[in-house]
Structure formats: C-alpha cells, structure tokens
C-alpha cells in the first residue's frame, strides 16, 4: 500500500502557506542590584524616648510597651561587681564569706519586668 506525498516544497493542504510573519521581539532587562559583600549592614538601634528610670527596688512606671501604669516585677542578677566583690573577699582570706555578694542586693543588677505584659523595660545597675 502506498500512500500520496505531497511533492517537495508545498505544505501538503490546498491551500497555499501563509506568509512568514515578521514579529518585533522586545527583549526587556530587569533593573540590576548591586550589593557589596564587604560592606556590613547598618545595625539600627531603636531606644524608647519615654524609657522610665528605674531603680534598685519596685517601680510605679507607665509600660511602654502595653501602656498600662503598674508596679515593676524585680529579679536581681549577679554583675560583674558582684563577681569582683566575691573575688575580693577570697584573696583577702575570707573565702568563707564570698557567698555574700550572692545575697546582697545592693550588689546586683536590678531587672525591672512589666507587672502587666511581663515585657523587660529597664535595668539598674550601681556601678
């Protein structure tokens, strides 16, 4: 069995072929960035402007982060004063009481927590 071919140079349809169509290609470059790998970042520090003053005990304060006037939550830590002051006792001799500066208050820092929000808003230090 054998089957018609279309002759050589034709389309094979009856009609004739379209014409070629000559289409305009737009080839559209997206805006480059150019970053600096030896460059850091800029480091943007943000501060609170109305940062209340605390102290070494409970503080009255506005919260500025839920705004709501409460007494501040205080957890004492341990400071390098603190660390100093039990190095001290130990190289004069009395390592014995190196605890001390442990339990002292006035030794440490002053963590001040939101009694609302529970949020830190400040730090006192007496150094």
Excluded at 94 to 101: E, I, N, Q, T, V
Aim: net charge neutral; aromatic share 10%; glycine share 4%.
């Amino acid at each position: 069995m054998q089957y018609n071919q279309p002759p050589p140079g034709s389309t094979g349809y009856p009609y004739p072929a379209p014409p070629p169509s000559y289409e305009q290609v737009v080839h559209v470059q997206a805006p480059v960035r150019v970053v600096h790998a030896s460059q850091p970042p800029p480091v943007v520090i943000i501060q609170h402007q109305n940062a209340p003053p605390v102290g070494p005990d409970p503080s009255f304060i506005t919260c500025p982060h839920c705004h709501v006037q409460k007494l501040t939550r205080v957890e004492y830590a341990p400071s390098v004063k603190t660390h100093c002051m039990a190095a001290l006792l130990c190289i004069v001799g009395l390592w014995c009481f190196a605890c001390l500066p442990y339990c002292a208050t006035s030794c440490m820092n002053a963590n001040h927590f939101c009694g609302n929000c529970n949020k830190f808003v400040g730090v006192y230090s007496s150094d």
